[in-house]
């Protein structure tokens, strides 16, 4: 079998195992954020944290507690990581240095992972497990929770109430997230991934040392690191580990494991508001952009030119061969169109039109899918843009599921889309203005640009993927970025949790035959014009400079 067939092949049984999955997870999520009972473990919960799950919250209550929960959760693991060396369970490893830990716990706090450190050099099973686990799971329930609040936006009327943010915390975690997770974990056990508390052990003598390999319990944190889009590796090989990604067959569950929950949640979405053709529209959206990104990205591995890359089949430097191009390119694709960026090959040594693949799709926002819950929103929010354009162009006031978009839904709109962008390009480019931060780039010229607009770009977008080259465990470098992470999460929320409520306050207008029918393909189009057309104008100066100009030199 070639490997282009074999690409295919996994492409069209990934997609197919995720249109089995779609409807009856999304009617399951829908029930889960409308039901009016509470599970005996969820009543405990609420009991030990005070929180009453019946009482309705405005924006700026729900908004508070998102960001009182989760700066309690970056103190947490601050402090963990800081006393990591007094801690039992610790392999052996010395606390985490000031500034690598603020960096660490506002990553994993902000559903980005991304780490400037070896994850079995320098975490032990306390902090990987009571630390990092942990975030891995509560940070994705509160994307779901912002992105059902607004959601719920859509579909009230004439209330500024959004539902009880503790109560739609609770639930993504008990009812959805672990879940899935312990099914999960089984199925990664059986394929090879070690699920243990084992320490430090030595293996056999290679190159005149013994190598040292140290257990954990693996299977359960890669599950919801790729579940929860979170992404971060128990080890520094991340996916590409054997211990964390065995073979063919794990590495397509862990795609699925990627993409299932965001694409899902756009059936939850269609049957909250009252209508699945709506949840349709958007799932076209991000499906037709998923599928270029990912038939751009397998054209460019398998066909890039060249006597060395004819010779292999194709750009296999930085690849796995028991995964290939094809199984990589999938991985790459979906990883950095999530905000997941968990990584099973070298992102640095893809082709320079395949890192201005990976780049471009962080930059849309990642939505397409997107992460667990902020894909949604982000969508939503572009949805909101979409429809204002067409209401420009045809001179009507614009509208979305019967709510007006007026003055200031759009400045809340325009808001979100101009955040991550401000802090992706002002951050590169102070960096690259400063002398000391360009000493940590392995590379010159535009690979080497790429390298920082990469991390800055995956920063801010909560990805929390690296291009590899650069040498991020600085005190620059972990301040810098995990400012931008803290950043770019929450300050999009203050934006849509505040729509929300604004739409949440409104009455519904009746359709009307000039209503823009939003349901239709022909809005699908409209709205991946726009994502592209926004996109492209904002970071195609950047993208010239670092990843075109590779390319189009290669």
């Not at 799932?283 to 004819?310: N, S, V």
């Not at 968990?342 to 320079?352: E, L, M």
């Not at 620059?476 to 931008?484: H, M, R």
Request: charged share 10%; hydrophobic share 50%.
């Amino acid at each position: 079998m070639s490997p282009v067939l074999a690409g295919v092949l996994q492409l069209l049984a990934l997609i197919a195992a995720l249109a089995l999955a779609y409807r009856p997870l999304g009617d399951h999520m829908a029930r889960v954020y409308t039901s009016t009972k509470h599970l005996r473990v969820e009543k405990w919960m609420y009991k030990a944290i005070g929180a009453d799950p019946d009482a309705e919250m405005r924006w700026t209550a729900y908004l508070r507690g998102v960001l009182a929960f989760s700066a309690a959760g970056v103190l947490f693991l601050y402090l963990l990581q800081r006393l990591q060396g007094s801690l039992p369970g610790s392999l052996g490893f010395r606390s985490i240095d000031p500034d690598q830990a603020f960096n660490t716990a506002a990553s994993f706090v902000a559903n980005t992972n991304w780490q400037s450190y070896s994850g079995e050099q320098a975490m032990g099973h306390v902090v990987q497990t009571a630390g990092l686990a942990v975030q891995n799971f509560v940070s994705a329930a509160v994307g779901i929770a912002v992105a059902v609040a607004l959601v719920r936006g859509f579909a009230r009327s004439r209330t500024g109430e959004l539902g009880n943010f503790w109560a739609d915390l609770v639930r993504g975690v008990v009812r959805i997230l672990l879940p899935i997770s312990v099914l999960g974990a089984l199925v990664l056990v059986a394929c090879g991934v070690l699920q243990n508390f084992s320490g430090i052990h030595g293996v056999g003598q290679f190159l005149g040392g013994t190598q040292l390999w140290n257990g954990g319990a693996i299977a359960t944190q890669e599950v919801i690191k790729l579940l929860g889009t979170n992404g971060g590796g128990y080890f520094n090989a991340n996916s590409a580990h054997p211990f964390e990604n065995p073979g063919p067959f794990s590495n397509l569950f862990e795609v699925f494991l990627i993409l299932v929950i965001p694409f899902a949640l756009t059936r939850t979405f269609g049957k909250m508001v009252g209508s699945v053709r709506q949840g349709y529209a958007i799932l076209a959206t991000m499906a037709t952009i998923w599928l270029g990104f990912t038939a751009l990205m397998m054209w460019t591995e398998f066909h890039h030119g060249g006597p060395a890359f004819d010779l292999a089949g194709g750009a296999t430097e930085g690849k796995e061969t028991r995964f290939g191009i094809g199984g990589s390119s999938i991985f790459a694709v979906a990883t950095t169109l999530t905000s997941t960026g968990a990584v099973n090959s070298f992102h640095s040594s893809y082709t320079g039109f395949g890192g201005g693949i990976e780049l471009l799709g962080m930059q849309l926002g990642e939505i397409a899918p997107g992460g667990v819950g902020s894909g949604l929103y982000g969508m939503l929010v572009m949805a909101v843009i979409a429809v204002f354009i067409a209401g420009l162009m045809v001179g009507r006031t614009p509208e979305y599921l019967g709510k007006k978009i007026g003055t200031r839904e759009i400045k809340l709109a325009a808001c979100y889309i101009l955040i991550t962008p401000a802090l992706v390009l002002g951050f590169t480019a102070v960096s690259m203005a400063l002398p000391t931060p360009k000493d940590s780039m392995l590379n010159s010229g535009a690979h080497g640009f790429s390298e920082v607009l990469y991390a800055f770009t995956s920063g801010a977008n909560n990805n929390g993927s690296a291009f590899g080259g650069l040498s991020a465990d600085t005190t620059w470098f972990n301040t810098t970025i995990g400012l931008a992470m803290l950043l770019g999460r929450f300050l999009p929320m203050v934006f849509v949790l505040a729509l929300a409520g604004s739409l949440a306050g409104q009455t519904p207008i009746p359709k009307t035959a000039g209503t823009l029918r939003t349901e239709k393909p022909l809005f699908t189009g409209l709205l991946a014009g726009a994502i592209m057309i926004i996109t492209g104008l904002t970071y195609f100066p950047a993208l010239a400079l670092g990843p075109l100009a590779e390319g189009l030199a290669s």
